[in-house]
């Protein structure tokens, strides 16, 4: 008898467990994933490449004394997509209204090109959206890094992104907020694209775009999360005045 209540009470907190996962969802990313929210209402972002006397700024340290020099604390920064071996960036990159480098529409090898890619940009209401290539309109924009594979589109995540894959690596991204705000997120350990989208998805984001690999760098001091080496091309940050 003994036995049997044990069971069935096990049941019962199986079942409980259960529908509670149902209705809240399990995300579980707090020990996998570090992320950052951007109110571009709030926040003073940029994207950088070269400093004032064009020299590839590279890694998040050189940003960081960049920004101390001209009066400003550097609160946030992240790698901003890929690049070529010179650090100059993959495909379309707009800094300041000011097509640095043109929009790649062509096929190839590597993340990249697992289309449908896709463009982050800001324009000049700063208003932050995530665009798949094929669609870009490059009219109003402030900033814009291209990159790929999307992650999700319009709700849904990649179709070549497979659940269970063992193609694990540490992974960087960017996804839009119901709310219109940006979500930026870096692996703390190896993943699989489609459990990193996946957390993009939970979070709700209707779009996502992947940054980067294992070259994936963050700076964020306030979740005492610092990271400043690395040899970006495009870096993402965002200052406060001292």
């Known amino acids: 008898m003994k036995n049997i209540k044990a069971l069935f009470r096990l049941l ?22 570090i992320s950052y929210k951007i109110d571009l209402k709030k926040a003073d972002l940029k994207f950088y490449w070269k400093d004032n006397d064009g020299n590839i700024i590279r890694s998040l340290q050189k940003l960081k004394l960049l920004v101390d020099r001209s009066h400003h604390k550097l609160v946030f920064a ?7 071996k010179d ?52 009219k ?3 900033y814009a890094t291209q990159s790929g594979p999307m992650l999700v589109i319009d709700g849904q995540i990649h179709p070549a992104l497979q659940k269970g894959s063992k193609n694990l ?13 940006i979500l930026f997120a870096l692996s703390k350990n190896e993943i699989n694209f489609y459990d990193f989208a996946q957390y993009f998805k ?3 984001c209707k779009n ?3 940054l980067d690999g294992f070259v994936s760098r963050a700076y964020i001091p306030e979740k005492n999360w610092i990271q400043t080496d690395g040899n970006f091309g495009v870096i993402i940050g965002v200052t406060e005045k001292y």
Do not use: W
Not at 12 to 30: D, M, N, S, V
Not at 91 to 104: A, P, Q
């Open 12 to 33: 019962l907190f199986g079942y409980i467990l259960a529908a509670l996962l149902c209705i809240y969802g399990f995300k579980g990313y707090e020990n996998d994933i």
């Open 87 to 138: 650090n100059s960036p993959q495909g379309l990159y707009i800094e300041e209204g000011k097509v640095l480098s043109r929009l790649d529409t062509s096929s190839g090898k590597g993340n990249f090109y697992l289309k449908p890619n896709g463009i982050f940009y800001i324009t000049d209401n700063n208003k932050a959206h995530l665009s798949q290539t094929s669609v870009f309109n490059s």
């Open 140 to 142: 109003d924009v402030r």
């Open 208 to 210: 996502a775009l992947y």
């Open 169 to 181: 690596n540490i992974r960087n991204g960017v996804g839009i907020l119901p709310d219109g705000n």
């Open 78 to 84: 992240m790698n901003g997509g890929m690049y070529q």
């Open 202 to 204: 939970d979070e709700g």
